[in-house]
């Protein structure tokens, strides 16, 4: 048998490149946060069928608890925080099978009341990154476990003021800081150090809403976009305030949707007052804003658009309806007649787009510009589904009232 020599520089650079694969494979499976890594609905790693099945195949199902909040996926386990008895806990599971690998109890959770007393589980979901969950219940208890063991780090549990309807901002790791916006008409923009959890900078008197901040980039420079109840802010990492552009809601809207980015562009659409897009610009060491659009027809609830091939797609604010929007210019390019939800989440999986609307069902459609183009409908849920769901490889995973299941498309 003939044996082939090759010189050592030829190995080292074909091990390189399969480990550059494989490391890049496992950074699009992960999806550590809400709306994904980026926090802007976009898998990367679905593996989408020739052609869709009548029905997902169920692979498994488990009682978890009670959570609006969205399970979120690294290193092959899912992690999510629910309210158990009368607890708020945080899970790890085996994402293959369900199996439960470690539960932590964070806190006792507080009793919600008023409007949001049929939510009384968190809605605020999970961040998981260099080896840290962190989680944030409806009450402000903001916890830092070992994602391995789910030993406590560090917590804190100083406020204790909430917005109307509770805690719904989902925390973010950036710069080695969790960033989280907390209390209620009151509230602050805190930066914990991730590590200890001591307060690195505070932003005060910044009234709380149940919109999660998202990293943009202006130039060179990496910034917060952070909506709060009356305003987006931009936000440098190290706690100063860059603009403000005046965001107020109106008829009944609080700027639940989390803004969405493509560069220097800012798409807002919860205010009550359709969507609108802003540019932000940096001169020396100052920052502005220009209202590029408005179209005052079609805005969001709770929900949050994808941007997708330069069209925005979501569900309309009164009755979830489905439209689409030219990006650019902002003019409505389609609008479906079909009533969902005005609580809805929006996935981009590549070739289709994916929604889960509150009533249970799962639509997959395509991204087209010209009119709405229905691939499939699922019903996966019996209760009502406020979180979004998780989606890797070719499985979905989707947590309604109480279960999480695992789907797969065959």
Request: with cysteine; proline share 5%; charged share 20%.
């Amino acid at each position: 048998m003939k044996t082939l020599n090759f010189p050592l520089s030829v190995i080292f650079v074909l091990a390189s490149v399969m480990f550059l694969s494989c490391g890049k494979e496992k950074s699009n499976s992960e999806w550590t946060g809400w709306r994904g890594p980026n926090r802007d609905g976009v898998v990367k790693n679905f593996h989408s069928p020739a052609e869709w099945p009548a029905g997902l195949t169920k692979v498994w199902t488990k009682n978890v608890g009670l959570c609006d909040a969205s399970p979120v996926f690294a290193d092959d386990r899912i992690f999510l925080h629910v309210k158990q008895n009368e607890n708020e806990v945080t899970l790890c599971l085996d994402a293959e099978s369900g199996k439960e690998l470690w539960q932590t109890v964070n806190n006792v959770s507080p009793e919600v009341t008023g409007g949001a007393r049929p939510h009384p589980g968190p809605r605020s979901t999970p961040f998981v990154a260099e080896g840290k969950v962190f989680t944030l219940g409806v009450g402000g208890a903001l916890n830092c476990l070992d994602a391995k063991t789910g030993q406590v780090i560090w917590k804190n549990e100083e406020c204790t003021e909430v917005p109307d309807f509770f805690v719904g901002m989902s925390p973010l790791l950036v710069d080695n800081k969790c960033v989280v916006h907390l209390g209620g008409k009151n509230g602050s923009i805190v930066a914990f150090d991730a590590n200890t959890g001591e307060k690195v900078w505070t932003i005060d008197n910044e009234p709380a809403t149940y919109s999660s901040p998202i990293i943009m980039k202006v130039g060179s420079e990496q910034v917060l976009a952070v909506q709060t109840e009356t305003d987006l802010l931009g936000v440098s990492l190290d706690g100063n305030v860059l603009w403000r552009i005046p965001t107020p809601g109106e008829r009944r809207f609080y700027n639940s949707s989390t803004p969405v980015i493509a560069g220097q562009i800012i798409y807002i659409a919860g205010q009550g007052i359709g969507t609108k897009s802003f540019k932000i610009e940096k001169t020396g060491n100052e920052y502005t804003w220009s209202e590029n659009w408005h179209n005052p027809e079609f805005g969001v609830s709770f929900n949050s658009p994808v941007l997708k091939e330069g069209y925005l797609y979501g569900h309309e604010a009164r009755l979830g309806k489905l439209f689409c929007l030219d990006a650019a210019t902002g003019e409505t390019a389609w609008a479906d007649t079909t009533s969902h939800n005005r609580f809805a989440s929006a996935l981009d999986l590549g070739n289709v787009l994916l929604s889960v609307t509150a009533k249970g069902d799962l639509l997959v459609y395509e991204p087209n510009p010209e009119k709405y183009e229905e691939k499939a409908v699922y019903e996966i849920s019996s209760t009502e589904v406020y979180a979004h769901p998780l989606v890797s490889g070719n499985k979905i995973y989707t947590k309604d009232k109480e279960t999480l299941t695992c789907w797969e498309v065959l």
